[in-house]
């Protein structure tokens, strides 16, 4: 639903000085005193302008008075060099100005990019699964966007306040009847922006959606990563049609709303233009029948010029605070409910050794979802003891595995480590304690060191390195780099380089190996790798699994004989259980599994 579907466009105006208030005391955080500096500068422009207001008066008197020219300009030589230091005053003043905003925006930027990211990468994982969740993180990086221009938004806007605060009231001295009328000048086109903004937006808030699922289009479509993907298989003509037909549905969204800002330019342009010329039209009635002498006519046509580019200013810039102000609450509104959505769980510290962790009837149903993921799952692990989890797609594996690591947290029922409840205990003490090296890993743009090192601290030795290496065989292919542990994997960067699937998958177990975790959880670490690479992966999985628990989740049974006890899933629930030789014997689904497996 649109937010400002009912709000009002007094409502609407009232957004300006909430979004000035939030930008400063945002600003303030990140460099007070260049937002002490910002604020002086309007405070001097106005200054200069009343000053240059008053000396043109002063010079306008010997000018149009009588005298010889030398006379007159003597005269008004005074008042003259007032108004260069007046003006030399307004350009030092606008020069420091744009010297603050070029020190709080970049800084501001970060740090609203920054939050951003932290927000979604600290939120509760079961977030990604809310309906919307990724349409309001779309709408929030727009806030950040907005940032770049925010500080100079509302450092003009307050500047070309101060300044028509001054002029107005100039303008108020040598005849009141004339600042109604200038308001009046201004006001349609005040209106017209705000309206306009507010079509803008709604714009904006139709397109998320599309946008949304057009830049994963986008990225997926032309990333190297896909690209023999894209073209062995003839998906360019497909993908390309999806992505205009998105782009096409967000441009008939914007051609639609068209007219309706064109009426609204128009309606406010033309009576913009009657007020202007009735204000105009004043000022020379008021100089032609005397009621205002000829040298304050003079000085009234630039205190209405000044008064009306700073009242249009105002307008101009006000009208872009306020939209600032809508995507800035959109970014702050999911920053809040990613807040909400944050582990809040408990204090509990969790420590080595992880003796026992015990499952008892967890059920976790999937936001959204009407049947339940795992569903009445008991269980029980040990140190020493390697289980091996197997089962059809969609059976509920890497969803237990999630609920054992407290990445999840049961819906019903208790995970509990050495006795400690999950929904109790502290998440990074757990996570500290696990390594996980899930079915879909990633592939780090950054150098083979920081690949294995990712997550822990790097003590600036390279031996722990070279055994988690060692211990996946990825020595020779590591050695063989350009630049061996320092070798950026990222072919597209200049001088980066590129892994095979396998090597890839190696690399992701020697970074869960490196953590030497008291809890190992490996969902088909092999599944990429040739039979040399997956045999010594599980040699090394059998030699390690005195000191900790160990998790497999594979679906080549045979990898199965190394475990202690073996589970079967299916449909969220545990059928069957056992050593290797019992469940072959059993005539259960997993015998049946493992047939299907071998005949081939």
Not at 355 to 370: A, M, Q, W
Request: charged letters at 20%.
């Amino acid at each position: 639903m649109n937010p400002l579907g009912e709000a009002s466009f007094r409502q609407l105006c009232a957004q300006i000085p909430k979004v000035l208030r939030r930008i400063i005391s945002m600003s303030l955080r990140i460099d007070r005193s260049a937002v002490l500096l910002l604020l002086a500068c309007p405070v001097v422009t106005g200054a200069a302008a009343g000053v240059l207001l008053a000396a043109t008066a002063r010079a306008m008197r010997p000018i149009l008075g009588g005298g010889t020219v030398a006379d007159r300009l003597h005269q008004a030589l005074p008042a003259l060099l007032a108004v260069g230091v007046a003006a030399g005053l307004t350009r030092v003043a606008g020069a420091l100005a744009t010297y603050a905003e070029r020190r709080i925006t970049p800084r501001l930027t970060t740090e609203t990019d920054t939050a951003l990211v932290e927000a979604v990468c600290r939120v509760e994982a079961s977030a990604y699964a809310v309906d919307g969740f990724a349409d309001r993180q779309e709408a929030a990086e727009m806030g950040v966007i907005r940032t770049h221009v925010m500080v100079t938004d509302a450092q003009r806007f307050l500047s070309a306040l101060v300044r028509m605060v001054t002029a107005a009231g100039a303008l108020s001295v040598l005849n009141p009847l004339m600042l109604p009328l200038l308001l009046l000048a201004v006001l349609p086109a005040g209106v017209g922006a705000v309206l306009t903004a507010r079509v803008d937006y709604e714009i904006h808030y139709a397109n998320i959606a599309d946008r949304n699922v057009r830049g994963m289009m986008r990225w997926w479509s032309t990333t190297p990563k896909y690209g023999d993907e894209v073209r062995a298989n003839s998906m360019t003509d497909y993908l390309l049609f999806w992505y205009r037909s998105l782009s096409d549905r967000c441009d008939q969204r914007t051609l639609a709303a068209a007219p309706r800002t064109l009426r609204i330019a128009l309606g406010s342009s033309l009576a913009a233009s009657v007020f202007l010329v009735a204000t105009w039209g004043a000022l020379a009635w008021l100089a032609m029948s005397g009621r205002i002498a000829l040298a304050l006519a003079a000085t009234a046509v630039v205190a209405v010029q000044t008064t009306l580019a700073a009242l249009s200013q105002v307008i101009i810039n006000g009208a872009a605070l306020f939209h600032t102000s809508l995507y800035l609450t959109d970014m702050q509104a999911f920053l809040d409910d990613a807040g909400e959505r944050a582990p809040k769980r408990g204090t509990l510290s969790v420590a080595a050794p992880v003796e026992e962790i015990r499952l008892e009837e967890v059920v976790y149903r999937y936001p959204g979802k009407d049947k339940p993921a795992i569903d009445g799952v008991s269980l029980t692990l040990r140190r020493g003891e390697i289980l091996a989890i197997v089962g059809v797609n969609g059976s509920g594996k890497s969803t237990l595995t999630r609920l054992i690591t407290g990445i999840y947290l049961a819906d019903k029922g208790r995970v509990g480590w050495n006795g400690m409840d999950l929904a109790e205990t502290d998440p990074a003490t757990v996570w500290k304690q696990t390594g996980l090296v899930p079915q879909i890993f990633a592939q780090w743009p950054l150098r083979v060191r920081e690949n294995v090192t990712l997550g822990q601290p790097y003590a600036h030795d390279d031996g722990p390195v070279w055994d988690a290496v060692d211990a996946v065989g990825m020595r020779q292919a590591v050695e063989d780099l350009p630049a061996g542990l320092d070798t950026l994997l990222a072919r597209e960067v200049f001088g980066g380089a590129e892994l095979s699937g396998g090597q890839w998958q190696r690399l992701a177990c020697s970074r869960a190996l490196y953590r030497c975790p008291p809890l190992l959880i490996l969902d088909e670490p092999t599944s990429q790798m040739d039979p040399r690479g997956e045999h010594q992966i599980f040699e090394r999985i059998k030699a390690i699994a005195a000191n900790r628990i160990t998790i497999v989740v594979t679906h080549r049974l045979e990898n199965t004989k190394i475990a202690d006890h073996i589970v079967v899933m299916e449909q969220g629930r545990i059928t069957e259980q056992g050593r290797y030789d019992d469940l072959v014997h059993a005539n259960g689904t997993f015998a049946e599994l493992l047939e299907l497996s071998q005949d081939r």
